[in-house]
């Protein structure tokens, strides 16, 4: 069945940097977009930034833009995210994700494999 599995979540200062990573099995990793979603407490689950089967393609939500990576490495069926200048805002509960359909503004619905969630939590 398909495992999605991420990593690499933990407590960082403010304008410190983290790299979440995200392994996938069961699935062929470069038929598929992936994803990164956060949902803080109270709040609807948002798409932070999402990359096409081929990572030729990115999507980044507005307020991360300039401070977020999104990569993935097809062969070892990792995605990532490389975290800067982090902000107390940043701070959720963080989600890979994996879907067949490729939108410039991705949709939840689209992406139809879910991990379990990494925390990260940013202090002031």
């Known amino acids: 069945q398909v495992q999605v599995v991420e990593s690499g979540g933990g407590l960082v200062q403010a304008g410190g940097s983290l790299t979440l990573s995200c392994t996938a099995s069961g699935l062929t990793f470069d038929d598929y977009a992936m994803g990164w979603f956060r949902q803080a407490p109270g709040k609807e689950r948002e798409a932070v930034s999402c990359i096409k089967w081929s990572g030729d393609s990115t999507y980044y939500t507005d307020s991360v833009k300039g401070r977020f990576t999104i990569s993935r490495d097809n062969a070892k069926k990792t995605l990532y995210l490389h975290m800067s200048s982090l902000k107390p805002e940043d701070t959720a509960m963080y989600y890979c994700?994996?879907?067949?359909?490729?939108?410039?503004?991705?949709?939840?619905?689209?992406?139809?494999?879910w991990g379990q969630g990494t925390q990260v939590t940013v202090s002031s």
């Open positions: 994700a994996a879907g067949v359909t490729w939108r410039s503004l991705p949709l939840k619905t689209d992406f139809i494999f």
